[in-house]
C-alpha cells in the first residue's frame, strides 16, 4: 500500500548503457515529479508532469526521457549512461502543482 | 546559485531540549515554503510549511516562523526527540512553480 513506489530500488550499470526508471502513485495525483539528488546532497527537480502532459523541464541532456502513459505512472528513461548521471532519483507526486508533494524511496544509480 | 540557503550542515541537539534549524533565502518572490524530513535510504516527507502572509506555523512539536524582511525561516522542534534524528530540507517556491530545495541539515538527537 505504498503511495509512490519506485524500481529499482539500486541500479548499477556501465557507461554508455540505457536504464529506465519506474514510478508509479496510487495517491490518486494529477502530479509527478522527477528529482536528482547529486553527491553535493543537492535536491534538485527535473521533470514535471500534470496530467500526462510535461509541464516543467529543466534543464536536464535530452538523454533523459520522461515518459507518462498514465496519471499513476511517471517513468524516466535514461539513454547512454555517464558516469555524473550517478545519483539518487526521486519521483514525487501531488495534487495540483501547489500542494504537498510525496516522495518514493529513491533510485540509488551507479554508472561505473 | 543557491537560492536556498542552509548553512549548517549538521546540528547536535540534546534529547528533550529545542532544536532549531534555520534556512535563508534571496528570492523575493517566494511566497510558500516547506520543511521536509529524510530518513536514510528513503524519500524526504514533508513535515510543515508557512504562507508568506504568516509569520508562524505551528503543528504539535513543530513550529515554523518565517521573517520576510531577514528573508529567514527556521524551523523550531520542541522537545526533541531520538526519532527527530534525520535530515531536514528547507524549501521554497513561487506561485505554480517548482520547489527550490535547500541542502539540507543533519539534525543529531543525543542520548
Known amino acids: 500500500d505504498t503511495a509512490v513506489s519506485q524500481t529499482p530500488k539500486y541500479l548499477v550499470t556501465q557507461m554508455g548503457n540505457d536504464k529506465s526508471i519506474k514510478c508509479e502513485q496510487n495517491?490518486?495525483?494529477?502530479?509527478m515529479y522527477w528529482y536528482k539528488q547529486d553527491s553535493k546532497k543537492f535536491l534538485k527537480i527535473m521533470f514535471s508532469y500534470n496530467n500526462k502532459e510535461l509541464i516543467i523541464n529543466e534543464t536536464v541532456p535530452n538523454r533523459f526521457s520522461p515518459k507518462s502513459p498514465d496519471k499513476a505512472h511517471l517513468n524516466l528513461h535514461i539513454n547512454s549512461l555517464e558516469l555524473g548521471d550517478s545519483a539518487v532519483y526521486f519521483c514525487?507526486?501531488?495534487?495540483?502543482?501547489?500542494?504537498?508533494?510525496?516522495f518514493g524511496p529513491g533510485t540509488r544509480l551507479l554508472v561505473l | 546559485d543557491q537560492q536556498v540557503k542552509q548553512n549548517s550542515p549538521s546540528l547536535s541537539v540534546q534529547e528533550g531540549r529545542i532544536s532549531i534549524l534555520n534556512c535563508d533565502y534571496t528570492n523575493s518572490m517566494f511566497d510558500y515554503f516547506l520543511w521536509y524530513k529524510k530518513y536514510p535510504a528513503e524519500g524526504p516527507t514533508f513535515l510543515i510549511s508557512?504562507?508568506?502572509?504568516?509569520d508562524k506555523n505551528e503543528d504539535g512539536r513543530f513550529t515554523v516562523f518565517l521573517n520576510k524582511s531577514a528573508k529567514h525561516l527556521s524551523l523550531h522542534i520542541v522537545p526533541s526527540q531520538p526519532g527527530d534524528s534525520a535530515v531536514y530540507f528547507c524549501a521554497a517556491k513561487e506561485w505554480d512553480d517548482k520547489i527550490i530545495f535547500g541542502k539540507g541539515t543533519r539534525l543529531h538527537i543525543l542520548p
Open positions: 514525487a507526486s501531488s495534487q495540483g502543482a501547489r500542494e504537498t508533494q510525496y
Open positions: 495517491l490518486g495525483h494529477d502530479t
Open positions: 508557512i504562507s508568506s502572509i504568516k
